[in-house]
């Protein structure tokens, strides 16, 4: 057991991630109960009910490593952070403020673990594969990440909050408009978990739709070796501008690729293409012990 978890620390990483949410009621819990004990009864009855249906659907989603539930546990995982933010301001006990923050703040850090991500990604692999999440582009990560959290998040609550107040015209208004939109931010911030290499008995495919029209396969004879990039390489940058160590992977053959400039798609061929795996180190562990040189 020990091995396996050295070996593939995503899992330890996971069970890490399950036992922070799971511990919330006891230290974000107390602090959001202070902050809505002053509201109306039907409010305070209508988000204690909302807050234990949010804290499960979050636990749910972390027993179950698949994409689609690291999506749904960092959307709404992360909302812990600005809930104990506004129950601090509504409340005057120092210890039970700290003790949600540092709870709030524990739990967003262990959800934005890279090893949890790659752990979630590779819960769909099969037979004998690995799966890596590659990092954002850099310009989703500005522009569009945290904006599109806010309204998947906003999007979704603020309808049933104004109704639970008994706002009901503003209530409904805000569901019509928020709901959809939510949706549609979530579905955005979903896509990013669609890009993600994968070790194949056979090579390496990167899987990164937003660079190239169809996922690639490299087999491993035709990899001369992987290696961090240098500044002045002239790989083909297939990383969409991610911050960050990019990999270098080095070629025998030219491979033809359908590479997305803009709106248009062109025919490529590459002898080296950079990649930005999240977890730089692990990729190049296991590149190198399923026989891919490291150079």
Same mark, same amino acid.
């Given at each position: ?20 949410? !799971?511990?919330?009621?006891?230290? *974000?819990?107390?602090?959001? +109960?202070?902050? *809505? ?19 499960? #659907? ?8 698949? @994409?689609? &539930? /690291? ?8 909302? !812990?952070?600005? =809930? ?10 120092? =210890? ?9 703040? %524990? ?8 090893? /949890? ?20 582009? +850099? ?7 945290? @904006? ?9 609550? =603020? ?13 409904? $208004?805000? $569901? ?8 549609? !931010? ?5 896509? *990013? ?9 056979? +090579?390496?495919? $990167?899987?990164? /739709? ?13 990899? #001369?070796?992987?290696?961090? %990039? ?7 940058? &297939? ?11 080095? /070629? %025998? ?5 359908? %590479? ?26 296991? =590149? ?8």
């Amino acid at each position: 057991m020990l091995e396996r978890l050295r070996r593939r620390p995503e899992r330890l990483t996971g069970w890490v991630a399950l036992a922070v949410w !799971a511990a919330q009621p006891f230290g *974000l819990g107390p602090l959001l +109960g202070e902050a *809505l004990d002053p509201t109306r009864e039907l409010f305070r009855t209508a988000a204690s009910w909302a807050l234990w249906g949010w804290w499960l #659907v979050v636990l749910v989603a972390l027993a179950l490593p698949r @994409p689609l &539930m /690291l999506t749904i546990a960092r959307v709404g995982g992360l909302a !812990a952070v600005p =809930a104990a933010a506004w129950a601090s301001f509504e409340t005057d006990d120092n =210890a039970t403020i700290a003790l949600g923050l540092v709870s709030a703040v %524990a739990a967003a850090m262990a959800l934005l673990s890279p090893a /949890l991500a790659d752990r979630f990604i590779d819960g769909v692999s099969y037979g004998d594969e690995r799966r890596f999440v590659l990092r954002p582009p +850099g310009p989703v990560l500005f522009a569009v990440l945290f @904006p599109s959290w806010a309204v998947a998040i906003g999007g979704f609550v =603020a309808g049933p909050a104004f109704l639970a107040d008994e706002r009901w015209v503003l209530g409904g $208004v805000l $569901v019509a408009i928020g709901w959809p939109l939510s949706f549609l !931010a979530f579905r955005a911030l979903h896509q *990013l978990t669609n890009r993600f290499l994968v070790f194949v008995p056979n +090579g390496l495919v $990167v899987h990164d /739709l937003t660079v190239m029209r169809d996922p690639v396969l490299f087999v491993s004879p035709g990899i #001369v070796g992987i290696a961090p %990039a240098l500044a002045d390489t002239t790989a083909d940058d &297939m990383t969409s501008s991610a911050l960050g160590l990019a990999l270098e992977l080095k /070629l %025998a053959e030219p491979v033809k690729v359908l %590479a997305i400039v803009g709106r248009d798609t062109h025919e490529r061929e590459v002898r080296a293409i950079l990649i930005a795996p999240s977890r730089p180190a692990a990729v190049m562990q296991v =590149a190198k012990e399923r026989g891919i040189r490291i150079a």
